[in-house]
T-cell receptor
Framework: KNEVEQSPQNLTAQEGEFITINCSYS?????LHWLQQHPGGGIVSLFM???GKKKHGRLIATINIQEKHSSLHITASHPRDSAVYIC??????????????FGTGTRLTIIP | GAGVSQTPSNKVTEKGKYVELRCDPI?????LYWYRQSLGQGPEFLIY????????DSGLPNDRFFAVRPEGSVSTLKIQRTERGDSAVYLC???????????FGPGTRLTVL
């Protein structure tokens, strides 16, 4: 069993829909990251969080440490949001960037 | 400003050859990370540096892989006696300290024939 599991693996939605991508992990962590990877490979860090909730534009990330679960939400989805979204956790005890373990990603496609 | 750059963008080599992959982090970033991503998979941690020293190299798959960062800036990932299974995209990232977000380079696609 992978230490980081994401669901769904693939998600197709209509433009404007509210999107939720889930991430569950089975190890102790110091931080959780959400990353976006567009076709061609470029990876962009969206969020790094260790508790609670963060918001940036139409993106919201939440984490529940007790349940070892995080969600990434996209409001008013747009075709440009189409990408692979990757969850990663830092298994280090002190910092947020030590030895990241990645999920396999969720491929999101938004149809106009 | 300039982001993380990696060279070459593509490298094709023959089984058994030696390759070097270069990463130029964002200026002033003290932490540098190497990852490997196989097709259809998420990235896999290889090694990270804090300054010049390798803080954690536990992700390097075997002793054919080695990375250096002699002056605390540019890093080189070295792979000896390449095997077909080494074919992947090798990603580099940097951050300002270990608490802040990582910025990723475009990757080097390595193909071992």
């Amino acid at each position: 069993k992978n230490e980081v599991e994401q669901s769904p693996q693939n998600l197709t939605a209509q433009e404007g829909e509210f999107i939720t991508i889930n991430c569950s992990y089975s190890v102790g962590i110091s931080a959780l990251h959400w990353l976006q990877q567009h076709p061609g490979g470029g990876i962009v860090s969206l969020f790094m969080l260790s508790s609670g909730k963060k918001k940036h534009g139409r993106l919201i990330a939440t984490i529940n440490i007790q349940e070892k679960h995080s969600s990434l939400h996209i409001t008013a989805s747009h075709p440009r949001d189409s990408a692979v979204y990757i969850c990663a956790v830092s298994k280090g005890t002190n910092f947020g960037n030590e030895k990241l373990t990645f999920g396999t990603g969720t491929r999101l496609t938004i149809i106009p | 400003g300039a982001g993380v750059s990696q060279t070459p963008s593509n490298k094709v080599t023959e089984k058994g050859k030696y390759v070097e992959l270069r990463c130029d982090p964002i200026s002033g970033h003290t932490a540098l990370y190497w990852y490997r991503q196989s097709l259809g998979q998420g990235p896999e941690f290889l090694i990270y540096f804090q300054g010049t020293g390798a803080a954690d190299d536990s992700g390097l798959p075997n002793d054919r892989f080695f990375a250096v960062r002699p002056e605390g800036s540019v890093s080189t990932l070295k792979i000896q006696r390449t095997e077909r299974g080494d074919s992947a995209v090798y990603l580099c990232a940097s951050s300002f300290g270990l608490y802040n977000e990582q910025f990723f380079g475009p990757g080097t696609r390595l193909t071992v024939l």
